[in-house]
């Protein structure tokens, strides 16, 4: 029977002390995860400007397959992105399975539908005379849509936070993917797996303080956010 | 800048809201726009701000038409030289600044030369110390006037105003009234949408009369209004406060008597006319008011109704005369049914004219 306070305790020692190794996993967790936040907004907001802006038939169509994808489970995400990269994948020859490449590109493709779906909604909320407003003051078609970006904007940075909540949390995908390399692909989530398998608790506890607070955080930001938004 | 509008034609969803519309703005001055609502003048007014696309029928500025899915560069050019207030005016996320800017931004002019012509422009509209303040939290009259400070700002040659005071304090409606009259004196065309003859009779130059999609009337305000064509004023708003009565002289004072009440006008005509009264020129008093306003007319509180943020009070002075006063102004003198009052107005308030 293993002793819990002295475990935390070590957990807690470790966390005050400058431990390269607890830092780095940390520093690459947010990294990767940031990263792959990134790339997805950066293809969501054109996407759902491109779904909400006009009224067309296939709309709801479209939402809906959005909102089915949210489903896909992580685990199938990660098998594809395995198959893509692997040796004899179509994308073998970029050698990216096992790096960060591939762990931003599999979370980037899990974070997606989630946040084109709530960037969507996000667009939505904008006021339907708003576009029409800043065209009557002179804007272009470009500064129309960057306008119509910019009223949405605390909107769509919650679907920003949102995803990238759902990615650092991310594990079996981000291991079969990223391999759990020490040092290189080694993140929060695979590392807090890995060690608990190991036994090995203090470094697990320790990176899941961390993993906890960066969450709380993250959603304190998100709440925040979603307030701001609804003004 | 010149514009002309033929055979326009709008559908939504199938329901025609534009039939056969033809129209020229040709000099500067104030254009109303008038009619019922859902007559078409909103939809009216986007077709020729380049907003909204005709199914049928063009619009040509100076000369030329314009089609806004092909002429994308010229639409977007006059545009620039355009602005439309919609009602209520939608404020972009930010503050007052923000959006007074925002035209200013789009054009590309530096935030030195902005800072100084948003400042300036708000304070022409009695807008001091708004600049930061939150363009989604202000109140009606507010919000009208900073949409009008926007457009103003970019001293667009046409504008287009969509009932602009429809539900606004009275000074705010002044204030905006006489914001349109200035532009029409510094040489812009200023197109108002609106449904209370009233505010047309104060502002307009020119009168369009558009009636369920058709331009049934047009031509010069006052010729329009006082020609005798009852029906407009029957038809549409203003029904209140009409009387057909007769003009005597009376040692140089014209009095206007109509059933039990007799009060002065200002006119040259005598004998058999028809006189109309803004019930929001009427002044409701308990006691007798020594002021410069000839007619003080005695009468009692019928009832009185609720309408667009006003209460419209009856009175039965000989003659039912409806008086419009805000809302405060009703909770402050707390009137009753059956209270004696005073009915002060100016002689001048009093239009006149001759049924023909």
């Excluded at chain 1, 759902?48 to 959005?66: C, F, H, N, P, Q």
């Excluded at chain 1, 996000?122 to 500064?143: D, I, N, S, W, Y």
């Excluded at chain 2, 001091?128 to 949409?147: C, I, M, Y």
Aim: aromatic share 6%; net charge positive; with cysteine.
């Amino acid at each position: 029977m293993f002793n819990l306070w002295q475990i935390v305790r070590q957990a807690l020692e470790l966390l005050a002390s400058s431990d390269p190794e607890l830092w780095g996993i940390v520093a690459t967790s947010l990294r990767v995860s940031g990263a792959a936040a990134l790339l997805a907004a950066v293809l969501a907001v054109p996407l759902a400007l491109l779904v909400s802006r006009r009224e067309y038939r296939a709309k709801r169509a479209v939402i809906g397959l959005l909102n089915s994808l949210m489903a896909v489970p992580a685990v199938v995400i990660g098998l594809l992105v395995y198959l893509l990269f692997s040796r004899s994948g179509p994308l073998g020859i970029w050698r990216l399975l096992y790096s960060p490449g591939a762990m931003v590109t599999a979370q980037a493709a899990l974070a997606l539908p989630l946040m084109t779906g709530l960037c969507v909604a996000a667009l939505q909320g904008v006021p339907p005379l708003a576009a029409e407003t800043m065209l009557t003051l002179g804007a272009g078609r470009l500064q129309v849509l960057w306008g119509t970006v910019r009223e949405a904007r605390f909107a769509l940075t919650a679907a920003f936070i949102a995803g990238f909540a759902r990615v650092l949390g991310e594990t079996g995908m981000t291991m079969m993917v990223g391999g759990n390399i020490r040092g290189e692909t080694r993140v929060m989530t695979t590392a807090i797996a890995l060690e608990t398998m190991k036994g090995n608790f203090e470094l697990g506890i320790a990176l899941g303080i961390v993993l906890l607070l960066v969450a709380v955080a993250v959603n304190v930001a998100l709440q925040a956010v979603q307030g701001r938004a609804g003004q | 800048m010149m514009i002309a509008a033929g055979g326009l034609a709008k559908r939504f969803a199938g329901t025609p809201v534009l039939r056969d519309v033809a129209l020229e703005l040709r000099g500067p001055g104030v254009y109303a726009l008038a009619g019922p609502n859902g007559s078409g003048k909103t939809t009216l007014m986007r077709v020729l701000a380049l907003l909204l696309p005709p199914d049928g029928g063009e619009v040509a500025f100076e000369g030329t038409a314009v089609r806004i899915d092909r002429d994308k560069a010229r639409a977007q050019a006059l545009r620039r030289r355009m602005a439309l207030i919609h009602n209520p005016a939608v404020m972009l996320s930010g503050t007052v600044a923000y959006n007074v800017g925002y035209g200013l931004g789009v054009r590309g002019v530096g935030n030195a030369e902005k800072g100084r012509r948003v400042r300036e422009i708000l304070g022409r509209l009695e807008l001091d110390g708004f600049e930061r303040r939150n363009a989604r939290r202000l109140s009606a009259g507010e919000t009208q006037r900073v949409a009008l400070a926007r457009a103003m700002v970019l001293d667009p040659e046409v504008i287009f105003l969509d009932e602009p005071t429809a539900n606004l304090d009275p000074a705010s409606a002044r204030l905006i009234e006489a914001a349109v009259r200035e532009m029409a004196r510094a040489g812009k065309r200023v197109v108002v949408a609106s449904h209370n003859l009233w505010q047309v009779e104060r502002i307009a130059d020119w009168l369009w009369f558009l009636d369920d999609g058709r331009l049934t009337l047009s031509g010069p305000a006052a010729e329009v209004l006082h020609r005798g064509d009852h029906k407009v004023w029957r038809e549409f708003l203003g029904r209140d406060n009409l009387f057909n009565g007769e003009i005597t002289d009376s040692d140089g004072c014209k009095l206007f008597a109509i059933g039990g009440a007799k009060f002065e006008v200002v006119t040259d005509l005598i004998g058999k006319t028809t006189a109309s009264l803004d019930p929001s020129e009427i002044i409701i008093s308990r006691e007798p008011l020594r002021s410069s306003a000839r007619n003080q007319l005695p009468g009692t509180v019928e009832s009185h109704s609720s309408e667009g943020g006003l209460y419209k009070v009856t009175l039965d002075c000989g003659v039912p005369l409806v008086a419009a006063i805000t809302k405060a102004s009703w909770d402050e003198m707390g009137l009753k049914q059956g209270e004696t009052v005073y009915a002060v107005f100016k002689a001048s308030a009093v239009r006149v004219w001759r049924e023909e």
